[in-house]
């Protein structure tokens, strides 16, 4: 059965203490890997894609990585503002598979 | 302009009414989804419709009924609601074909009293 599993459900960060958010799954066929971020009260907000194995993705203080069985997200010297969900999912071919999230809290 | 828009934002009803929310894309994509979103953050997909026509119908209940007039729209009907529906409705849509990115409106918070 087609799984994405996030880990810590939570993380308390000090700003500028980095970390890395874990998305694991197993799905047959994988055709992208998608890290998104909520903020309390809306719609999540694609952050990044990735395709194959190996491929990696920065933007700011986020770099996505990708192996064959899970993803990573780095946060480097993180700051109150990345405060927020971020969310995992899968796409197989035939559907979007969400993982349940971590709830990322930065205190200054 | 937004992408993805969705209305009402809040909709607070009573068991047993039937409500509406609607949405709307301007990003030019063939496929429109609803997701549902439990207290617990888990999305999990609803329906997909890929130019007018319903290609993913996972297991809700038949209260629920989507209606898709043209490709930029994609509507979601709910009769005789119940407790159990309160949540976080997304719209969502893509470009046609695996692997494209989703995008999400910023949500309907439905209560149910």
């Known amino acids: 059965e087609d799984q994405v599993t996030q880990s810590p459900e939570a993380l308390r960060l000090q700003e500028g203490e980095s970390s890395s958010l874990n998305c694991s799954y197993t799905v047959s066929g994988l055709r992208g890997l998608f890290w998104y971020r909520q903020d309390p009260g809306k719609g999540p907000e694609f952050l990044f894609t990735?395709?194959?194995a190996g491929e990696e993705k920065e933007k700011e203080r986020l770099k996505a990585t990708l192996t064959k069985k899970e993803s990573f997200l780095h946060i480097t010297a993180p700051k109150p503002e990345d405060s927020a969900t971020y969310l995992c999912a899968v796409h197989t071919g035939n559907q979007f598979y969400f993982g349940t999230g971590t709830s990322l809290t930065v205190i200054p | 302009d937004t992408a993805v828009s969705q209305t009402p934002k809040y909709l607070v009803t009573q068991m047993g009414n039937d409500k509406s929310i609607k949405c709307e894309q301007n990003l030019g994509h063939d496929t429109m989804y609803w997701y549902k979103q439990d207290s617990k953050k888990f999305l999990k997909i609803m329906f997909s419709y890929n130019n007018k026509e319903l290609i993913i119908n996972e297991t809700v209940p038949n209260r629920f009924s989507p209606k898709s007039p043209d490709k930029a729209h994609l509507n979601l009907h709910i009769n005789s609601l119940e407790l159990g529906d309160s949540a976080v409705y997304f719209c969502?849509?893509?470009?046609?074909?695996?692997?494209?990115?989703?995008?999400f409106g910023e949500g309907s918070w439905l209560t149910v009293v």
């Open positions: 990735l395709y194959s």
């Open positions: 969502a849509s893509s470009r046609q074909g695996s692997g494209n990115t989703i995008y």
